[in-house]
């Protein structure tokens, strides 16, 4: 585009620059465009600003037309104040969910932008959806920093609620539950957790999780996530998730749309096994079930039948055991899922 002598110009150098005053959050400042075929740069600083506009002999005397022989190899944008803005804002960021210890926050941005939790790369998917994940021992805030194709940056210090977990203990189960087992109890083991290494391998790009999460059934909650076990006496790791009671047989349903990564009947601790990728690393398991009515590399839907309340493996009594992941970190499936219905 070439602009027209309007009775203010300058000489021109075969490097054309065009001088615009704008003001961005209530800051004046000059901004110099120098454009030479399809190389546009623009420089905020002021005094650089003006020392290329003495540089040039810059004059708003009329009559002093810009010379033509210059032209040939200058193109020259006019900028107005909406465009330096765009160009300079940081890309837009929304973010929704539970900014706690053990929270899942889904966010959205600009197609194309990356985004990073502290030192954590985080997948985008091509709309610009993406997933955040707080372990249960996160401390009280964590850096996001989203940054868009052209450069532009966003950062934010997120603040992470501390929260509060119960000591559980449970008694009366059989010893080689606990504490001891078998030689073949030990390789039955090693067996199981080589099929839940290898389901864990790979998760698909697209954000399945974007319409949210459902529970996959409605119960008595009898075990909270974060909280700590006491076995027989003896402590124990951390609950992984949430314990919902119910009869056995009652249907399991899929909490959003994904894929199957993994359906076992008879894993040693988890007893009727199924993990659900629904996208960017965001993975739900589903443990003890009498049945299992889905298969590795099935595709749900949410709200699909996957399986059933039972009481197998390490457990006391039927129920479901339902855990989230994010990026190998336990999350709260009850802050995802939100309040139960009645």
Not at 59 to 84: E, F, R, T
Not at 236 to 256: F, L, N
Request: proline fraction near 5%.
């Amino acid at each position: 585009m070439t602009q027209k002598s309007s009775g203010k110009s300058g000489r021109l150098t075969a490097r054309g620059l065009i001088f615009i005053l704008a003001s961005l959050g209530g800051v004046a400042f000059a901004s110099a465009a120098i454009i030479s075929g399809n190389q546009d740069k623009i420089d905020n600083d002021a005094q650089s600003a003006k020392q290329a506009l003495d540089s040039l002999h810059f004059s708003d005397a009329p009559g002093n037309p810009v010379s033509a022989a210059h032209m040939d190899d200058v193109k020259i944008a006019a900028l107005d104040n909406q465009a330096i803005k765009a160009s300079l804002a940081p890309p837009e960021v929304v973010l929704e969910g539970a900014f706690a210890q053990g929270g899942l926050v889904r966010g959205k941005t600009e197609p194309g932008a990356s985004v990073k939790l502290d030192d954590i790369d985080v997948m985008v998917d091509p709309e610009g959806w993406f997933m955040l994940g707080f372990h249960r021992d996160h401390p009280d805030s964590a850096t996001l920093v989203v940054t868009s194709k052209d450069g532009r940056q966003y950062q934010q210090v997120l603040s992470i609620e501390d929260r509060e977990f119960n000591i559980e203990r449970i008694d009366g189960l059989p010893d080689n539950k606990v504490s001891t087992y078998t030689q073949e109890e030990l390789a039955k083991i090693g067996r199981d957790k080589e099929k839940k290494t290898a389901a864990r391998m790979k998760t698909t790009p697209d954000a399945l999780w974007r319409d949210g999460f459902d529970w996959p059934l409605t119960g008595r909650i009898s075990g909270q996530f974060g909280s700590q076990r006491i076995l027989n006496g003896v402590p124990k790791r951390m609950h992984s998730g949430v314990d919902i009671a119910a009869p056995t047989g009652t249907p399991v349903h899929a909490p959003a749309d994904g894929i199957v990564t993994l359906a076992e009947s008879d894993m040693y601790f988890e007893g009727g096994l199924v993990f659900i990728d629904h996208g960017q690393w965001v993975e739900t398991i589903f443990m003890h079930m009498s049945e299992v009515k889905v298969k590795a590399g099935d595709r749900v839907s949410k709200g699909q039948v996957i399986g059933a309340v039972g009481a197998t493996g390490r457990a006391t009594g039927p129920h479901l055991h339902w855990s989230m992941k994010w990026k190998n970190r336990l999350v709260d499936a009850k802050l995802a899922a939100g309040p139960m219905p009645e």
